[in-house]
């Protein structure tokens, strides 16, 4: 049988704000490698374009990025994250490429996860310049009700370390 929860204890998860977010990061408790603080929101930090992939196109990392439409693409962080044990980070598109048909579904970041992230996209709209630079999405960092019992590199790590835009890796029969 499963014991109820008691709600007194419960302790529940919360966004950090802006103030927490440069307070973990002046402990060192999370890292974000080229920070900007031109790119920190009220409730999170806005992660900016360092390369493209468009499907099979060679990875491109200076100027503009031409998307034509209906077609997939990649980008990976400029910014390297540091995640400590007890936060994760919720991952969403800028409005400002949503309004221009760019379709993404992000996931959460682990607790304890390091590196550049790859985002995967399609632009379902009319072809599209991605400057290299550009703000592309907003990760949100979330306090978990207490510290992971194993951390991402200790669950999976697949992506750990990750640089530039990283796809799939063949599982290890």
Known sequence: MVEPIDHKQLVTWMMLSDTHIKELMEKGDLRIENFDKENLTPNGYDLTIEETVVEDRRPQTEGESVIPANTWFAVS?????????YIAGELWIRTTYARQGVISSFGLIDAGFEGNLTLSAYNAHKELEIPIGDRFAQVCFIRLSEESEHVYSERSGNYQGQKGVTLQKDKES
């Open 77 to 85: 962080t400029l910014e390297y994250l540091e995640l400590p044990s």
